[in-house]
Structure formats: structure tokens, C-alpha cells
């Protein structure tokens, strides 16, 4: 079982990135999928989620209108993309797979907002 995110780096306030989260050795179109970020210093925080198998989103209001989860089930995939960066959106990001009881996690993926 694994998920591993992939995407992150070094952007300039205002540019875009997308993320992607990519699970194996699980059933991946049965688990919901969440984004959490954890700048230095700070705590957990979520950022986005989709369900399955409804695809239904919800964001972080402080996200919403420029973040957008989405997930292709053939490829086992999320994606996140971030629009309009801002440096306050400089954090590890990081998936998780959630189905009943079963949850999983990725190591995170760096992204950082910057001039």
C-alpha cells in the first residue's frame, strides 16, 4: 500500500502548481481522498476533499476559488491544482486515502511560495 504525492517546488506568488497523488496496492476508487498542508511550525490543516464515488468537493475557505481537487480512478490518481499562489500557501502538502476504517498517507510533497 502506498500513495506518493508529487508536484511541489519553488513558485512565484501568483503561479500555479498541480499536484498529484498517486496510490497503489489498494482499491483506490472506493477511498475517499483529502489534501491536508502543515506550514513549519503549524498545525495539520485541511485543505481539500473529494468522495468517492460521488466526486463530491468541499475546500478550505481559505482555498476556495483557487485550489481544485480532482481524482481519474483508471490512473489511481488525485490532483490538486493551485492557482493564484500565495506565499501564506507555502507548506508540505500531503494526501490521505480514506474508506471505513482503512486510512492511508503519503510523505508530502514541498511546496513553497516565494520571490
Known amino acids: 500500500v502506498q500513495l506518493v504525492e508529487s508536484g511541489g517546488g519553488l513558485v512565484q506568488p501568483g503561479g500555479s502548481l498541480r499536484l498529484s497523488c498517486t496510490a497503489s496496492g489498494f482499491t483506490f476508487a472506493r477511498y475517499d481522498v483529502r489534501w491536508f498542508r502543515q506550514p513549519p511550525g503549524q498545525e495539520r490543516e485541511l485543505v481539500a476533499t473529494?468522495?468517492?464515488?460521488?466526486?463530491?468537493?468541499d475546500y478550505a475557505d481559505s482555498v476556495k476559488g483557487r485550489f481544485t481537487i480532482s481524482r481519474d480512478n483508471d490512473k489511481k490518481t488525485a490532483y490538486l491544482q493551485m492557482n493564484s499562489l500565495a506565499p501564506d500557501d507555502t507548506a508540505m502538502y500531503l494526501c490521505?486515502?480514506?474508506?471505513?476504517?482503512?486510512?492511508?498517507w503519503g510523505q508530502g510533497t514541498q511546496v513553497t511560495v516565494s520571490s
Open positions: 490521505n486515502a480514506n474508506w471505513l476504517a482503512n486510512s492511508y
Open positions: 473529494i468522495t468517492a464515488p460521488s466526486g463530491f468537493t
